[in-house]
């Protein structure tokens, strides 16, 4: 019964605002780019925005908890593959609590997956400032730096990625997606020994992290050295 309030609490907060649902990358409204785009807005849409802001005053304890709500919403909408309706509903949620980790994470994830790497990090960087340890984040982080790295080959990005994961394997012995990302560091180092080990590692915690074309690409400047992996295993596997 709760859950159904909450759902009508959220519908009847977010009339006050339009947003716009699955569009081109280069048409995108500023509904679901980031921080609405991270524009000033005119006056109209600063009065709804106040609108808005009002209506979930009256129906929550608190806009933290509204903005819980609204991050709640977005993760179900992403996970259903409604990118935009998810970057909309997360774009309340950063209204109602701009100081919330978890927005700015939230940007990361969706603009990494629109292809946007620098926007991407730079979403994560504002998360990290206000969870610098946070083991997870840190390796989303380094994903999209090293899916920048991908596209420009400058090593900088690639030393910013190692940080992270570093850093996230400090925080967390146990996050198998770390390991597996250091280890496509040290591929990208040419230290493929280095990388073997970590790849190993990564996949005794959880093999389902692994992904088995990089195993391809690996086998084939070094065999595994444990002799876990080889060429044909790794290909009929892939397939």
């Not at 309030?5 to 009847?12: D, H, K, N, P, S």
């Not at 994560?124 to 380094?142: G, R, V």
Request: neutral net charge; charged residues 25%.
């Amino acid at each position: 019964m709760k859950r159904l309030l909450l759902a009508a609490v959220a519908i009847l907060c977010a009339t006050t605002l339009s947003f716009a649902q699955e569009q081109p990358e280069q048409t995108l409204s500023l509904s679901v780019q980031p921080m609405f785009g991270g524009v000033q807005k005119t006056e109209a849409e600063q009065r709804k925005d106040e609108k808005f802001l009002t209506s979930c005053d009256k129906n929550f304890s608190t806009r933290q908890e509204a903005s819980k709500f609204f991050m709640d919403r977005g993760w179900e909408y992403l996970n259903e593959g409604q990118i935009d309706t998810a970057m909309y509903r997360f774009n309340l949620a950063w209204l109602l609590n701009p100081g919330n980790k978890d927005t700015f994470w939230a940007f990361g994830l969706v603009t990494a997956a629109r292809g946007d790497q620098p926007l991407a990090v730079d979403m994560y960087e504002k998360a990290i400032e206000l969870d610098p340890k946070n083991s997870l984040l840190l390796s989303d982080a380094a994903t999209s730096y090293l899916a920048w790295y991908k596209e420009k080959k400058k090593k900088k990005i690639l030393k910013k990625a190692a940080a992270y994961l570093n850093a996230a394997t400090a925080a967390d012995t146990t996050n198998a997606y770390a390991f597996y990302n250091l280890s496509v560091v040290k591929f990208h180092e040419k230290k493929y020994d280095e990388a073997w080990k970590l790849l190993h590692q990564s996949r005794n915690i959880n093999m389902s992290v692994v992904d088995y074309s990089y195993i391809l690409e690996l086998t084939s400047q070094m065999p595994d050295p444990q002799g876990f992996f080889n060429t044909t295993t790794s290909a009929e596997t892939a397939k």
